[in-house]
């Protein structure tokens, strides 16, 4: 079966405020001369430009999706916030919480995005695609169900889920989130409840401040199944595959889902203007045929990625080319300019270690806690 790529052009016309990197311009702070948030559409055409010309757009199916209906959102958003959202959206636009700007018809790509994310996990789940990559704009992980932050407006694989389980099409779901910010909107969503496995991999307090703690572990019948794996400023490839290796994969194991969804951010990645972390392309290469390993054994390779962060325009096309690459099983290739620099950029022995003693002790720590629950 097919690998789809779920993407639509009206997402790139989502639009951001008037902001200096995540500074609103004014007072001391001057405008740019491009752009404005570092949540731009660039990195997302580029991913797509560089499908096209490599011709990996050739071995997947594109499509784009309806938008997630009303019902759909309201399973997981407060319908006072979606009319509010929608009121301000029609008005020409607004700001809903922190650092989410959008303009006129916002909403609407908006919903537009959740619904990409939403038919391929559908898609995926019936059988029509074995697994599939959503590049949904705006992202999603950040969004609580009644306060929009970090660029992220609507929890996108949250309502993806929902839908899917209100047809009875899974019972349960693992979310893997390898952005390099806690995926704080997916976690709260679901922190109460086992139908949903909720793991995040990222730096330690970078967004948000106080979220994402290792001793974060769920409440009342969610207890044990949310997973956090915050990571020190300065860790690269060999830290992000322990951490999976040790901590993720076995989660996944002891869980056996239904279905698997990445919250596929490339922000972890080297030149990311908001995160000092040190992963490759091959990084996210390597993580990618990981998880697809452990989605054959548990549940029949139904794997749906889903586009979050990763704000550097020129290195993002490449990671997000070798994610493809690797869930497609193409042979069109793109290979990565920087990786013989980023090799040589990488942590030292004894960074690793310490990253190794420190990976030992949390997969430790989640160890038994899942064997105490």
Not at 173 to 188: K, L
Not at 310 to 315: D, F, I, L, P, Q
Not at 333 to 343: G, S, V
Request: net charge negative.
């Amino acid at each position: 079966m097919a690998t789809g790529f779920f993407w639509d052009e009206r997402c790139f016309w989502h639009s951001g405020g008037n902001y200096a990197l995540t500074l609103p311009v004014g007072g001391l702070v001057q405008p740019l001369s491009a752009g404005s948030l570092p949540e731009s559409p660039e990195t997302k055409r580029r991913l797509k430009n560089l499908m096209d010309v490599t011709g990996l757009s050739n071995d997947l199916d594109l499509q784009s999706a309806a938008p997630a209906s009303f019902k759909d959102l309201a399973r997981v958003h407060p319908k006072d916030f979606l009319k509010k959202f929608k009121n301000i959206s029609d008005s020409g636009g607004g700001d809903l919480g922190l650092r989410t700007p959008f303009g006129h018809g916002g909403y609407e790509i908006a919903t537009l995005s959740a619904g990409l994310a939403r038919q391929a996990v559908r898609d995926v789940l019936t059988g029509d695609l074995q697994n599939a990559y959503a590049l949904s704009r705006p992202p999603g992980h950040h969004c609580l169900p009644a306060w929009p932050n970090g660029f992220c407006l609507l929890a996108n694989i949250a309502i993806a889920i929902e839908s899917a389980m209100a047809d009875g099409l899974c019972n349960k779901v693992a979310v893997v989130d390898w952005d390099v910010h806690h995926g704080n909107g997916t976690e709260a969503i679901f922190y109460d409840r086992n139908d949903v496995l909720t793991i995040s991999l990222h730096q330690e307090y970078n967004y948000p401040l106080d979220t994402g703690d290792i001793k974060d572990r769920g409440t009342g019948e969610g207890v044990g199944f949310n997973v956090n794996v915050p990571l020190p400023p300065g860790c690269g490839h060999t830290a992000y595959l322990d951490a999976m290796q040790r901590i993720v994969l076995p989660a996944l194991e002891n869980y056996t889902p239904d279905l698997i969804v990445v919250a596929c951010g490339f922000d972890a990645a080297a030149f990311d203007p908001l995160a000092r972390m040190l992963a490759t392309a091959d990084t996210f290469r390597q993580m990618t045929r990981q998880v697809m390993k452990s989605a054959q054994k548990h549940c029949n390779g139904k794997l749906v990625m889903v586009h979050e962060g990763g704000y550097s325009e020129a290195y993002v096309p490449f990671c997000g080319h070798a994610v493809l690459e690797e869930l497609s099983g193409s042979d069109n290739c793109a290979e990565d300019p920087m990786a013989q620099t980023l090799t040589k950029r990488q942590p030292n022995n004894r960074f690793d270690k310490f990253t190794t003693e420190l990976i030992g002790e949390m997969a430790t720590y989640h160890s038994s806690i899942a064997q105490n629950g």
